[in-house]
């Protein structure tokens, strides 16, 4: 008899429950759309500033390239008139506009602009007159293919010693 009457109370509260209607389940969807868009336009926001970082990190190994070959050139009085050319030339003061040529790395095009700047000469009357003693060089890289960032860059001084009293 037990058994009868526990068989029947289940049956009883099964015949109670009920399952969700159509307009529940349609609102359930809607909410967890909304929630997937709002974790998909996260995750391309998150591709982008990944692809932009790798970008800069890209234009910085290119400006820290072209600022240690001109760190490797020694500053003496036979390169500090000869032309500026990488990845043959010298320190040579360029006008404002720099020097501007192409870098290519990892399938991307780079715009690098390198300005040497004399700041300091040797004084008039003593060897070597009007001879640049101390110089500013500044790289910056640009990408040429839609502008992730604006520009990286690198500055320096170089200054070479200069026998005598100045």
């Known amino acids: 008899m037990d058994l009868i009457l526990s068989d029947s109370r289940r049956a ?5 429950q009920q ?8 609102i359930s969807l809607v909410v967890l759309m909304v929630i997937g868009l709002g974790v998909a ?12 970082a790798d970008d800069r990190e ?13 760190r ?15 990845a043959e030339g010298g320190l040579q003061a360029t006008d404002a506009d720099g020097v501007t040529d192409t870098a290519f790395s990892a399938g991307r095009t780079y715009t690098v602009v390198t300005v040497i700047q004399d700041l300091s000469w040797v004084p008039d009357g003593d060897p070597d007159e009007d001879s ?3 110089k500013r060089i500044q790289v910056s890289v640009t990408p040429q ?8 860059t690198i500055t320096t001084l170089r200054s070479t010693q200069v026998t005598g009293i100045y």
């Open 72 to 86: 490797t050139i020694p500053f003496t009085t036979q390169t500090r008139n000869v032309a500026y050319a990488y």
């Open 12 to 16: 009883k509260a099964a015949a109670g």
């Open 41 to 52: 336009s996260l995750f391309t926001y998150a591709v982008s500033a990944n692809a932009k």
């Open 58 to 70: 890209l234009a910085m190994a290119i400006a820290q390239e072209r600022m240690e070959w001109l």
């Open 145 to 152: 293919f839609g502008g992730a960032f604006d520009t990286v």
């Open 19 to 26: 399952g969700f209607t159509i307009l529940e389940a349609a």
């Open 132 to 134: 640049a003693t101390l």
